[in-house]
């Protein structure tokens, strides 16, 4: 008997080793093990550096109205591994050729009793890991509807995390630093703070997340690839420090409704000792297909102003009219309505941005308000719908066109949906179509307010179907897209590089609606911009918000350094100089900056970086040999220390930096500011003071 109970044992042991698979990454500082419970529960764990990072965490899904789900009685029918290695280029950038290598698994699991199968597969890079189901084509598994994903992310101590609260309608929050267990009881009042409600778990965040180990481990969780799927959230389990996918419902609270064959995003864990390892991971955008778009010569870079910054401070309106013509007095008759006389997006006031444009460089000026419906949505239907193609009286639209063209300057359209995404669908083509004939190349999209006609969240799997069909829409009419209060991207742009910009986060809008944090920008490229760029909307040089109305006293909490930074910390192609004319022309030495910051970009190196503290970047603008350095920090001041190794041997630049003043506040004296030249060489070193919520820029120009 004691002889069989240790052949038994020796059995059981073997049984459970042979069904262990491991994975390892191209370098080896990454080893994933896959296995299965003793009730045939998929499960995972991840090493790095011979430390577990994730420990043994479940796989799988709950089905809706199914007796049985997807999370145990598994057995494994097949495995298969892989090695894959290319370089692709991207349309636009951080740098110009992207390395795309990983060890691939992918298992394939039969489950008792059902007949029913799923495959997980694995992509072990040399930054992380990602994962997702797939689900082949087969008898017993055709349509489901799933009521939960129970992906697991175990944690391997109490992290300091970077979070937001896991609203399903907005990801405008400020970031709350603290310890896991911590997220509990700060959650509420984050979450309390915010005007959207609709939705809340006490320990519920949103990714992208940052994490930091107590020996210097930083972890970012978050997804790739979201298409015909649900966003996903986490939810934490704060008594054993365990996340679990949590998916963002529809209208009826179901998750997601699936047709086989078909998979879920991929599920992403980067990890570094090296926070600066993490701000340049590319694992995200490989992760998603590549470009479907053939011919993407159209698809270019922008720098842009726009009537936009003074109707958010409330200096101008978006309405022609306080009045509702088009209840009142029929549908598009003006003719008796009173103006306001503050619409801001007319004809003499566009010229004026259009000229500024064109004195100093700029690619293009977007205009918001130009076209009915405002007065309606503003104030008297929350459920107005536009149709996006009637001007109102003051807006000449192909007078306007012809003179921006005159000036070798493009206007950006602008659509707000106001949330009915039925409407803007039908609408969609002509709106399109009608941006062709006016020449506009590129729109920005808003999706504020609830959405129509269901009552739809911003992130279930309804409304991102609606986002990816607007951009492949988009697509067919040459039209680049930067879509606001949409769904946080998740590198779909290497598959539709027309999606040039998004908001999906706490912009600088903000600072006018009373203030972000002075840290903020040091957070948002470790979290948020890990997806894919952001049109934050940089550049503002009057921070007391009074000046612009009087009504209105929020402070923007930033130095001029800062903002200058933001152009090349917070990476994007489609950026934009997002103060007023009258206040650039207020400081054109600081402007000189913006005008000679390129958007486009062959290489990237991240010189120093701390979640929350600070982040210095380094980039070549593509197709020359001039660089760009910006520096942000928190609210502690700091002297930044750099090299400029990163720079050509032999040849030398003149760098002119724009810093702090050594009494620069971000509060109390955020406009003052130095301007320097030196001339460098890549044996050159610099000490650089930066003040709480401030920064400095510089322009490295080879001598000729």
């Not at 055709?142 to 309608?169: C, L, N």
């Not at 799927?229 to 209208?251: G, I, Q, R």
């Not at 490989?286 to 870079?301: A, E, F, G, R, V």
Request: aromatic share 12%; net charge neutral; with cysteine.
């Amino acid at each position: 008997m004691k002889n069989l109970f240790f052949a038994s044992l020796i059995l059981f042991a073997f049984s459970s080793i042979a069904e262990a698979q491991q994975l390892k990454s191209p370098e080896g500082k990454f080893v994933m093990e896959f296995s299965l419970q003793n009730d045939g529960t998929p499960v995972y764990n991840l090493k790095y550096k011979n430390k577990e990072v994730v420990k043994t965490s479940k796989l799988g899904l709950e089905l809706k109205d199914d007796k049985k789900s997807l999370l145990n009685d598994f057995t494994i029918a097949d495995t298969k591994t892989s090695t894959f290695d290319e370089t692709w280029k991207p349309v636009w950038g951080e740098v110009d050729h992207i390395r795309n290598h990983y060890n691939e698994l992918a298992v394939t699991l039969n489950q008792k009793g059902t007949d029913r199968q799923i495959v997980i597969r694995f992509r072990l890079f040399d930054d992380g890991l990602g994962f997702r189901y797939e689900f082949p084509a087969q008898k017993n598994l055709t349509y489901f509807v799933i009521k939960e994903e129970r992906s697991q992310f175990a944690m391997t101590g109490d992290h300091t995390a970077f979070w937001i609260p896991g609203d399903y309608d907005t990801q405008e929050y400020d970031y709350t630093k603290s310890k896991l267990s911590e997220i509990r009881g700060l959650s509420q009042k984050a979450y309390t703070a915010n005007v959207s409600q609709k939705s809340f778990s006490p320990t519920g965040v949103q990714t992208s997340l940052m994490l930091k180990t107590a020996d210097g481990i930083y972890i970012n969780l978050h997804e790739a690839a979201l298409i015909d799927y649900s966003c996903m959230h986490l939810n934490l389990d704060d008594k054993n420090l365990v996340f679990e996918s949590w998916l963002t419902p529809d209208a009826k609270g179901d998750k997601g409704h699936m047709q086989a064959p078909n998979h879920s995003p991929w599920r992403t864990i980067i990890v570094s000792d090296d926070a600066r390892e993490i701000l340049a991971s590319k694992m995200t955008y490989n992760l998603n297909d590549p470009s479907k778009i053939d011919n993407t010569s159209w698809i270019k870079p922008v720098k842009y102003i726009g009537v936009w910054w003074e109707m958010i401070t409330g200096k101008s309106s978006w309405s022609y009219t306080n009045d509702f013509p088009t209840v009142q007095l029929g549908v598009s008759d003006f003719s008796k309505a009173k103006p306001n006389g503050t619409h801001g997006a007319n004809n003499a006031n566009v010229k004026k941005y259009i000229d500024f444009a064109a004195q100093h460089g700029f690619d293009a000026v977007l205009v918001e308000g130009w076209n009915e419906g405002w007065e309606d949505w503003f104030g008297h239907s929350k459920d107005y719908v536009f149709d996006f193609l009637t001007p109102y009286p003051d807006f000449d639209v192909k007078g306007l066109h012809e003179y921006a063209k005159s000036k070798g300057v493009k206007i950006i359209m602008h659509h707000e949906t106001s949330g009915s995404v039925r409407n803007y669908e039908r609408h969609m083509d002509a709106a399109y179509k009608f941006m062709n004939d006016n020449g506009y190349d590129a729109v920005k999209s808003g999706y504020v307010g609830d959405i129509l006609p269901r009552g739809e969240n911003h992130y279930s799997q309804w409304i991102v179907n609606h986002y990816q069909y607007a951009i492949e829409k988009a697509a067919d009419y040459k039209i680049m897209v930067n879509a606001h209060e949409a769904v946080r991207p998740t590198g779909i742009a290497r598959t539709y590089p027309n999606l040039i910009g998004n908001e999906a986060a706490r912009g600088t809008e903000y600072q006018a609606f009373g203030g972000s944090k002075p840290n903020h920008v040091t957070v948002l490229p470790f979290t948020r911009l890990i997806g894919g760029p952001m049109d934050y909307t940089p550049g503002i040089f009057e921070m007391d918000i009074s000046k612009m109305n009087p009504d209105n006293k929020s402070h923007v909490n930033s130095t001029i350094a800062n903002q200058l930074a933001l152009y090349v910390t917070m990476y994007s192609p489609l950026q934009m100089a997002a103060d007023t004319p009258e206040n650039y022309n207020r400081f054109p030495d600081a402007f000189q900056f913006i005008k000679d910051v390129a958007v486009d970009w062959s290489e990237s190196k991240y010189i120093e970086a701390e979640p929350g503290d600070f982040i210095t970047v380094a980039r070549k603008a593509k197709g020359t040999n001039n660089w760009f350095v910006g520096n942000v920090n928190g609210e502690t001041p700091r002297t930044s220390n750099i090299d400029f190794s990163f720079l050509e041997k032999g040849k030398k630049y003149t760098a002119t930096i724009y810093a702090d003043a050594k009494d620069a506040h971000y509060k109390t004296n955020p406009q003052a500011y130095t301007i320097k030249k030196i001339a460098v060489t890549n044996k050159s070193k610099l000490s650089q003071f930066s003040a709480p919520g401030g920064g400095y820029a510089i322009s490295i120009i080879e001598n000729k």
